[in-house]
């Protein structure tokens, strides 16, 4: 079993910046895969950004030039920096994680990230 908590998000304006964290427990040294999602009301939840366990990260194009995805082996988190936000950016935002060989896929509860313009 993970256990995946994400704290951080709030209500910002449009340019400004916002980090979110993802506090990791339980099988950690199972995990293969890590990776943020959003998801809007009536649309799929979507990838933002992964990093595998060897190290190699990956980002949707959307976000590639804003966010940057960093994880803290030594503290068991995760963490997104987001800057320059866009009010299409206004999500719920998921912390999600994958075991080796796709047996178990983990979520947290989510974490609202509001964008005004």
């Known amino acids: 079993q993970v256990q995946l908590v994400e704290s951080g998000g709030g209500l910002v304006q449009a340019g400004e910046a916002l980090t979110l964290s993802c506090a990791i427990s339980?099988?950690?040294?199972?995990?293969?895969?890590m990776g943020w999602y959003r998801e809007v009301p009536g649309k799929e939840r979507e990838m933002v950004a992964i990093?595998?366990?060897?190290?190699?990260?990956y980002y949707s194009d959307y976000v590639k030039d804003r966010f940057t995805l960093l994880r803290n082996n030594a503290k068991n988190t995760m963490h997104l920096q987001m800057h320059t936000l866009k009010p299409e950016d206004t999500a719920v935002y998921y912390c999600?994680?994958?075991?080796?060989?796709?047996?178990?896929?983990?979520w947290g509860q989510g974490t609202q990230v509001t964008v005004s313009s």
């Open positions: 990093i595998r366990a060897g190290g190699s990260m």
């Open positions: 999600k994680a994958d075991t080796f060989g796709g047996v178990h896929t983990y």
């Open positions: 339980g099988n950690i040294a199972s995990i293969n895969v």
